[in-house]
């Protein structure tokens, strides 16, 4: 084993595990790591470009553009005002954040709904008279649940779907988790009333409020745009074609038809980007150094998807899971005769363990770190554990029962 790789491996985990108290974000550490592999040696610059998966970087690429342009328009920010304003009721409301955060994250991604939509419930809970934690927490398990449900709700989804061996990954994904996953989010609703119905009774009844749309132009477009793009991606993957390609054309079509072009590139998620492309050359340096071969041999073996659950979930708490998926897969096919659903099983653990703690997924501290800085209340980590556990253990029982029984 390259001891240097060994170095590198435990200096960036490290810091990724320390992130709370060195305030060092995960993408930056990671670039760290990847960069290091490359200048110590263990990579060459040639084996680093190579190891670059060039399918999934375009691919947020695109994604990015649509979650930027939806956001650039105003109607992420339109659609949570308008439930706000046509729900009215806090418990009504509470549901509507729930589910459509839920399915929309698998369109704009968890992270983009989660950033784009806490500044729109901190207004609209005080228009409700209501204390914001209740609608946060609905916000943070909504887009945590939800993005289990197909390749582009999450990061560690997508690259399951693109190196997982799965055929047809989104017919797969929404095959098989579509029903578990709508069902989560109906069962997370009665709890989090039981949990917050203390915080929900409060009630002021206010003007109604004229929501419009920043740019309707650039948002019908989005729209229409993202709409054949996801059509696309069924059709492509029915007849075996790179899905990819999708959605190349319609972003491209999206930054040539807007002329807010620039405004839309430049609040792109661009540090997921550099994340990825840090962990690519991070994870081909631990496998060039003989770090994963060793690690390999430490790992509980995925024998069954109850193992690999909960193997995806614990960890992911540890290295966070979009790393942990990176350096499952290869275990995952090394060990051999891996079924659909041990891959689904791995997409599905690696994503609801943001419903564990805190810095289980980044889409939690996004939402914190949003509301915090504009005078809202954040997460507490053992809070945070205290009403993540119920929602995690039902999550857990009906993703199993589709998967593994």
Do not use: C
């Amino acid at each position: 084993m390259n001891y240097l790789a060994l170095m590198i491996t435990l200096l960036t985990y490290s810091l990724i595990v320390t992130r709370g108290v060195t305030k060092i974000p995960p993408w930056a550490s990671m670039f760290l790591g990847g960069v290091l592999m490359v200048t110590l040696g263990v990579l060459s610059p040639q084996q680093a470009l190579q190891s670059i998966n060039m399918d999934v970087i375009l691919f947020l690429v695109t994604l990015f553009i649509f979650a930027s342009a939806l956001e650039v328009s105003g109607f992420l920010k339109f659609l949570a005002a308008y439930i706000v304003e046509k729900l009215r009721e806090p418990k009504r409301v509470l549901l509507g954040v729930l589910v459509l955060s839920g399915i929309l994250s698998n369109l704009v991604t968890n992270d983009g709904i989660s950033a784009s939509w806490t500044p729109v419930i901190l207004e609209s809970s005080r228009r409700l008279g209501t204390e914001e934690k209740p609608f946060l927490y609905a916000l943070a398990f909504g887009v945590t649940i939800g993005s289990v449900m197909l390749p582009t709700g999450n990061p560690q989804n997508l690259l399951i779907a693109l190196n997982g061996g799965i055929r047809d990954p989104f017919l797969t994904f929404m095959m098989y988790l579509a029903i578990p996953t709508l069902i989560n989010l109906l069962l997370s609703y009665p709890i989090l009333l039981m949990m917050f119905r203390n915080k929900l009774s409060s009630y002021s009844a206010r003007d109604k409020e004229v929501i419009r749309l920043d740019d309707p132009k650039l948002a019908y477009l989005s729209i229409i745009l993202l709409t054949i793009t996801v059509g696309g991606f069924f059709l492509l993957s029915i007849l075996g074609v790179d899905i990819l390609i999708a959605s190349l054309t319609t972003s491209s079509l999206l930054l040539l038809l807007t002329h807010k072009r620039r405004e839309i590139v430049r609040r792109m998620d661009w540090s997921t980007i550099i994340f990825f492309m840090g962990l690519f050359m991070f994870t081909q340096g631990m496998i060039q150094g003989g770090v994963l071969e060793t690690l390999f041999k430490y790992l509980p073996q995925p024998s069954s998807v109850l193992a690999i659950m909960v193997v995806s979930v614990a960890l992911s708490q540890v290295i966070s899971n979009v790393p942990l998926v990176a350096i499952y897969i290869p275990f995952m096919l090394a060990h051999g005769d891996v079924s659909v659903s041990d891959m689904l099983s791995l997409a599905a653990g690696s994503t609801i363990a943001g419903n564990l703690t805190l810095i289980g997924a980044a889409s939690n501290v996004i939402i914190s770190e949003a509301s915090e800085s504009r005078g809202g209340k954040g997460f507490g980590f053992f809070e945070f554990i205290k009403y993540s556990l119920p929602i995690l253990a039902v999550n857990f029982i009906v993703l199993y029962l589709f998967l593994g029984l």
